[in-house]
């Protein structure tokens, strides 16, 4: 039995021993004081361990766990949630290479209570590279951003994930009340399970509440881009998300905004397989971005070329190249919003 913490922060590294105190100094230097911090090593090789076990022994809000082998991010996220005091008011979520501003605890616990309904409070953060100089603002990456305040913007969340997971406090109570289950992170989305979240909690109806200060950073460093391998995966588990996790709760009002992001995604999805090559499973996916859009997918130019180009009796490395040069034309002509994708 311990002291219930006004918030309960997780977080789970893996060899991330040179990131790692930047991250806990962070916390630890919060000027809202009522936390604690559960930190879950997943069988780290580095110096992971001393580093938290020394931080354990000298701020007792800090507990540190040593995961009996590696279990991911998305499951360790998960174990720390479970190890977290289940009565604190909010949670939230750091990566073990990211850090926070001091008030950041404290602004966004004070938007909490002035805005109770928010399920979820976010700030604006700093994208930096790996050495923590600060490359631009994570809202600048997105075209419809939310009003500064408390906001249902779902049809925008729709686009792409305006919510940084670690510039998020999530208040426990609507967690409960909108989606009653005790993990955090969906484990068979190892790569967007943060994203599901947050369409979740909004569109079942939760509030958010946006402060438009950057009250965080994260590093983008080489492990940890969305290019090739990995924004196939991403894209396979968001086509999951908006044809089966949103269909059956989705509002009438939004689900045609929902077949316009299933769309999109099988169409981003068709164009990263023509990249790599892979034809014939560029064709269906491609097939299935037309019957999703309706009367409406007519148009659009992209998806129809892209079938085309899938469907031509060429090598695979020479069909990718067609499409490269499709993709170049089309944003000389000023068409590339269609085609375009926001990373982040």
Same mark, same amino acid.
């Not at 354990?56 to 949630?81: E, I, M, Q, S, W």
């Not at 686009?159 to 992170?185: C, D, I, K, M, P």
């Not at 940890?224 to 009438?252: H, S, W």
């Given at each position: 039995?311990?002291?219930?913490?006004?918030?309960?922060?997780?977080?789970? /590294?893996?060899?991330?021993?040179?990131?790692?105190?930047?991250?806990?100094?962070?916390?630890?230097?919060?000027?809202?004081?009522?936390?604690?911090?559960?930190?879950?090593?997943?069988?780290?090789?580095?110096?992971?361990?001393?580093?938290?076990?020394?931080?354990?022994?000298?701020?007792?809000?800090?507990?540190?766990?040593?995961?009996?082998?590696?279990?991911?991010?998305?499951?360790?996220?998960?174990?720390?949630?479970?190890? @977290?005091?289940?009565?604190?008011?909010?949670?939230?979520?750091?990566?073990?290479?990211?850090?926070?501003?001091?008030?950041?605890?404290?602004?966004?616990?004070?938007?909490?209570?002035?805005?109770?309904?928010?399920?979820?409070?976010?700030?604006?953060?700093?994208?930096?590279?790996?050495?923590?100089?600060?490359?631009?603002?994570?809202?600048?990456?997105?075209?419809?951003?939310?009003?500064?305040?408390?906001?249902?913007?779902?049809?925008?969340?729709?686009?792409?994930?305006?919510?940084?997971?670690?510039?998020?406090?999530?208040?426990?109570?609507?967690?409960?009340?909108?989606?009653?289950?005790?993990?955090?992170?969906?484990? /068979?989305?190892?790569?967007?399970?943060?994203?599901?979240?947050?369409?979740?909690?909004?569109?079942?109806?939760?509030?958010?509440?946006?402060?438009?200060?950057?009250?965080? @950073?994260?590093?983008?460093?080489?492990?940890?881009?969305?290019?090739?391998? /990995?924004?196939?995966?991403?894209?396979?588990?968001?086509?999951?998300?908006?044809?089966?996790?949103?269909?059956?709760?989705?509002?009438?009002?939004?689900?045609?905004?929902?077949?316009?992001?299933?769309?999109?995604?099988?169409?981003?999805?068709?164009?990263?397989?023509?990249?790599?090559?892979?034809?014939?499973?560029?064709?269906?996916?491609?097939?299935?971005?037309?019957?999703?859009?309706?009367?409406? @997918?007519?148009?659009?130019?992209?998806?129809?070329?892209?079938?085309?180009?899938?469907?031509?009796?060429?090598?695979?490395? /020479?069909?990718?190249?067609?499409?490269?040069?499709?993709?170049?034309?089309?944003?000389?002509?000023?068409?590339?919003?269609?085609? @375009?994708?926001?990373?982040?």
């Amino acid at each position: 039995g311990y002291m219930k913490p006004v918030v309960s922060v997780l977080m789970t /590294t893996y060899n991330h021993a040179r990131y790692l105190p930047t991250a806990v100094q962070s916390v630890l230097a919060q000027t809202m004081p009522d936390f604690e911090l559960v930190l879950g090593d997943n069988c780290s090789t580095d110096a992971t361990r001393e580093l938290g076990e020394a931080f354990a022994a000298r701020d007792r809000r800090v507990r540190y766990y040593r995961n009996a082998k590696n279990v991911g991010a998305v499951v360790g996220f998960n174990l720390c949630h479970e190890r @977290s005091h289940p009565e604190s008011e909010y949670f939230a979520i750091l990566s073990s290479d990211d850090w926070w501003e001091p008030t950041f605890l404290e602004e966004a616990v004070r938007a909490g209570r002035e805005y109770p309904s928010a399920a979820v409070i976010h700030t604006d953060a700093h994208r930096t590279d790996e050495n923590g100089t600060r490359l631009n603002l994570y809202s600048s990456l997105w075209q419809h951003m939310p009003a500064p305040g408390g906001h249902r913007a779902v049809g925008e969340l729709y686009e792409g994930s305006y919510v940084l997971t670690n510039a998020a406090v999530v208040n426990r109570r609507h967690f409960q009340r909108l989606l009653g289950r005790s993990y955090v992170f969906e484990s /068979t989305l190892p790569y967007t399970g943060d994203y599901d979240l947050w369409l979740q909690l909004l569109t079942r109806g939760g509030d958010a509440y946006y402060v438009d200060s950057p009250l965080a @950073s994260y590093r983008r460093h080489p492990g940890a881009m969305t290019t090739g391998k /990995t924004r196939v995966i991403r894209l396979r588990e968001e086509v999951v998300i908006f044809r089966d996790r949103l269909a059956g709760i989705c509002p009438p009002a939004l689900e045609g905004v929902r077949l316009e992001a299933l769309r999109t995604r099988l169409a981003w999805l068709g164009f990263a397989l023509l990249e790599k090559g892979e034809g014939d499973e560029a064709r269906a996916v491609l097939a299935e971005a037309q019957r999703a859009g309706g009367a409406d @997918s007519r148009s659009r130019l992209d998806i129809p070329v892209a079938k085309s180009i899938a469907a031509l009796p060429i090598h695979a490395s /020479t069909r990718a190249a067609v499409w490269r040069l499709a993709l170049a034309a089309s944003r000389g002509l000023g068409r590339g919003r269609v085609f @375009s994708e926001a990373t982040t």
